[in-house]
């Protein structure tokens, strides 16, 4: 840990507080003090502190040092955007890479605590191998418990091993989809967080000095410059509001719009993926709507230089597909809705994920139904149903098919593919919780549209009711809901029935316009 506390008499923090830029040998000597030469030293301690405030805020103890951290934080994100020309990420670059790749074959499941089935904040293991998080472990050993949870072996002993390595993992995996660890049960947003941390006037003063500097240099700076600082702010706003808000004060987001036009993949990527990050801000989103950014937008998710690049247009929109107006803007846009269909079929696993979110987006607006279903998703997701081993994508296909049901016409279109058997049996197997809700609200939609014909189907499952009345004890509180009403809807087929009963037929389909 930096000891900061010495330098809290440095001209630069006075400099800060008062809107003032310190002169550049105060910030060299801070530099110098520190022993960071390079700009990817820099960036490393910037990574040190932002998982030390994390950390620490959780820690209502320790909470009095956030300030002194949160200052450091600011003087040294300052220093990485103005005192380095260069950006010396190849190294990095090759750990993020791994990284990336081991992130992308976890799931939100994969983290979750066996006694809360929550997201653990704190991961130890026991001596039977098997890893609990420690509040949870605790609470089962001051129940008088001396087993194992999982096992329901005799624990040797009840030592408590931090597991430093996966706790690690967590945090990342929850930086790279903006989750907060712990939001299941506190609903607190990590970007809430981080805009009380930035309390401090040192801090504030910084990030007000280098949203300003970084605007001037996306105007006036030279093609390197603009390269790199879209990629600064790209930095900046992946997980801090307030450095958002700032950026979005001083105009940065018509700036970032030109940058999708270059014929520079990095420059290209940097710049949606900084806009990315502050089309979660809302005001962000009347901004790049107002300057024409949808369009740009969607042409990068067709033709973006790098597939990274495409993967980031598609999640912008989702973002901005929060807000009903642009729903149904983004929906007249002709390519729009078969570009993210296309990057379902063709993306890597986050094009997909990520497509798959801005199409369930899209479909909160009314209008948009009949075009999803004319670009030929159903056929595709059902086909994702079976052929994907990511729990993830499954789970967003599910939530797709779910809403496209709520209509008759996507009623008719899913049971025409054999989508019925599929969903039933992901209902049995899965261990997604979100999963099965999304099967159990897929299969009442299919039920009410669908008519006897679908429940008779059903009825024919000899494990379906088994799930249902699992989903009464063990599911979410949505799910055990939607599972009585389909439990209620078989029950009364079953009491109809007879032997000499016609067999239902299959509402017939209405036509689907098409652009």
């Known amino acids: 840990m930096i000891n900061g506390s010495s330098m809290m008499s440095s001209g630069s923090w006075v400099g800060f507080k008062d809107g003032v830029d310190p002169d550049r040998n105060e910030k060299q000597q801070v530099l110098y003090y520190l022993g960071i030469k390079k700009w990817s030293e820099c960036d490393k301690e910037i990574k040190f502190l932002d998982t030390e405030i994390g950390t620490e805020y959780l820690n209502e103890e320790k909470r009095r040092e956030l300030s002194l951290l949160s200052s450091l934080m600011g003087l040294l994100s300052y220093c990485r955007c103005v005192m380095f020309d260069l950006v010396d990420t190849k190294a990095n670059q090759q750990v993020n890479q791994w990284s990336t790749k081991m992130l992308n074959g976890v799931s939100p499941d994969d983290f979750r605590c066996p006694i809360s089935l929550e997201i653990m904040k704190d991961p130890v293991t026991l001596c039977s191998g098997h890893t609990y998080d420690r509040a949870s472990i605790l609470k089962w050993f001051r129940a008088g418990n001396s087993t194992c949870p999982k096992t329901g072996e005799r624990l040797k002993n009840k030592e408590l091993v931090s597991n430093l390595a996966l706790k690690r993992t967590i945090q990342d995996w929850s930086v790279e989809n903006g989750v907060c660890i712990g939001e299941e049960s506190n609903h607190k947003n990590r970007d809430i967080t981080r805009t009380v941390l ?48 700032c950026l979005v004060e001083v105009g940065c ?62 999640a912008t929109l989702f973002y901005i597909a929060s807000i009903e107006e642009y729903r149904k803007l983004i929906g007249e846009i002709p390519e729009a809705i078969p570009a993210l269909v296309e990057m379902v079929r063709d993306g890597t696993n986050r094009g997909k994920k990520n497509a798959l979110v801005a199409i369930f987006g899209l479909l909160m607006h009314p209008g948009n139904h009949w075009k999803v279903l004319a670009a030929g998703t159903v056929p595709l997701l059902v086909d994702l149903l ?28 899913i049971i025409r593919h054999g989508a019925l058997n599929v969903i039933v049996r992901i209902l049995d197997d899965s261990t997604s919780r ?37 989903l009464l004890s063990e599911g979410t509180s949505r799910a055990s809901k939607k599972a009585s009403a389909l439990i209620r809807v078989l029950h009364e087929f079953y009491e109809r029935s007879s032997p000499g009963a016609m067999a239902p037929v299959l509402p017939q389909e209405r036509s689907v316009h098409v652009w």
């Open 198 to 245: 930035a309390g401090s006037m040192a801090a504030e003063g910084a990030v007000k000095l280098l949203a300003n500097f970084l605007a001037g240099r996306l105007v006036d700076g030279t093609s390197e410059e603009k390269n790199k600082a879209a990629y600064e702010i790209r930095l900046l706003t992946k997980t801090n509001i307030f450095s958002r808000s």
């Open 434 to 470: 979100a999963g099965k809700e999304y099967c159990v609200s897929l299969l009442l939609a299919l039920c009410i549209n669908g008519g006897a014909y679908v429940v008779a189907l059903l009825a024919k499952s000899p494990s379906l009711m088994g799930s249902l009345y699992s």
């Open 386 to 413: 079976s052929s994907s081993n990511r729990q993830e994508i499954v789970t967003n296909s599910l939530a797709v098919l779910a809403t496209i049901a709520e209509k008759v016409e996507g009623t008719l279109a």
């Open 253 to 314: 987001i018509p700036s970032l719009l030109n940058l999708l036009s270059s014929k520079d993949s990095s420059t290209q990527e940097n710049a949606i993926a900084a806009l990315l990050n502050l089309s979660k801000h809302q005001k962000s989103r009347s901004i790049i709507v107002g300057n024409g950014g949808l369009e740009l937008i969607i042409d990068v998710l067709k033709k973006g230089l790098k597939v990274e690049a495409r993967n980031h247009a598609a």
